[in-house]
């Protein structure tokens, strides 16, 4: 399946889902962070990416709004302690960065392989 026929939701989630945004079969990632050079099961070249800190900064911002909406929620409602404040809210934050961030990754190398960005528009013209 080429970027012409593979519709931008679905190549979004084939990313989100770490699988590959052409064919949706093969793994996006060889390991944790590090993008495959090219897909294992219809050979997509994936090596052109160029996500840089930008999954960073949008996994931020959505942990920061989880986090900090249900941080003042609690305080609000229940004013514990800072040791409970402690116990909750370091485990949810480091479980929900580490969590979002290989799928958030996926999702903008997705992205740039539909919009034909950073040398995959060259390397489909070829």
Sequence with gaps: MSAATTTMTQGLLRGARC???SCG??????????????CSACGQELHH??????PAYVVMSIVGHIVVGL???VEVR?????????????PLTLGLTLGLLQP????????QWKLGMHGFGVARAA
């Design 49 to 54: 990416h160029r996500a840089d800190d930008l």
């Design 78 to 90: 229940y004013a514990p302690s800072y040791w409970v404040h402690a116990a909750l809210w370091g």
């Design 71 to 73: 941080l003042l929620w």
């Design 104 to 111: 958030v990754k996926g999702a903008i190398v997705a992205l």
């Design 25 to 38: 079969e093969g793994q996006l990632f060889r390991s944790y962070l590090k993008v495959a050079d090219s």
């Design 19 to 21: 699988k590959c945004p």
